[in-house]
T-cell receptor, first 113, second 111 residues
């Protein structure tokens, strides 16, 4: 158990809908990262927050947004969902934003029908 | 061209074999190198990390980094069926604050 929690574990929704994925980092970790892992692709970095501020951005679509709250939990919002958004979404946390040894949560499996 | 290229595999070896997993990279700014293990689409689990060129050993696992060649390896000695998983290399540019992952190599260790 990495100490990172993610909810929900599974999510099934329809195209055009909006969903919110939630992540709680390990106790004391200030950085949160979001990744997408599709069947035919590796881990794709989406976005990083550090202590409430956006720190780095990867290949995140405009339909996706994220935030980190004062209690350090983070939410990833996915809107106008498309079939191709079906994937595993992982959250990871680290104690700092530079060296960033990241500890991953169990993931949320999203299926868009 | 991807910044990180990982030998795609899949690899299948008999129990007890020595396994070599490899990644190359193109970004000289990468300073921090990691290996993760991922079972059946679960969350990746950190195996090893290192900052510098050379070898780092942890039990049956050895991570090797050659910055001059931009090449990293993970060796698994006396491989076990429980080592069957996908192995991901990852590299971090600490200034940019971003980690880049390889696509993973799937390893099967047969009893």
């Amino acid at each position: 158990d990495s100490g990172v929690t993610q909810t929900p574990k599974h999510l099934i929704t329809a195209t055009g809908q909006r969903v919110t994925l939630r992540c709680s980092p390990r106790s004391g970790d200030l950085s949160v990262y979001w990744y997408q892992q599709s069947l035919d692709q590796g881990l794709q970095f989406l976005i990083q927050y550090y202590n409430g501020e956006e720190r780095a951005k990867g290949n995140i679509l405009e339909r996706f947004s994220a935030q980190q709250f004062p209690d350090l939990h983070s939410e990833l919002n996915l809107s106008s969902l498309e079939l191709g958004d079906s994937a595993l979404y992982f959250c990871a946390s680290s104690g700092d934003d530079r060296f960033g040894t990241q500890y991953f949560g169990p993931g949320t499996r999203l299926l868009v029908l | 061209q991807k910044e990180v290229e990982q030998d795609p595999g899949p690899l299948s070896v008999p129990e007890g074999a020595i396994v070599s997993l490899n990644c190359t990279y193109s970004n000289s700014a990468f300073q921090y190198f990691m290996w993760y293990r991922q079972y059946s689409r679960k969350g990746p689990e950190l195996l090893m990390y290192t900052y510098s060129s050379g070898n780092k050993e942890d039990g049956r696992f050895t991570a090797q980094v050659d910055k001059s060649s931009k090449y990293i390896s993970l060796f698994i000695r006396d491989s076990q069926p429980s080592d069957s998983a996908t192995y991901l290399c990852a590299m971090r540019d600490t200034n940019a604050g971003k980690s880049t992952f390889g696509d993973g190599t799937t390893l099967t260790v047969k009893p």
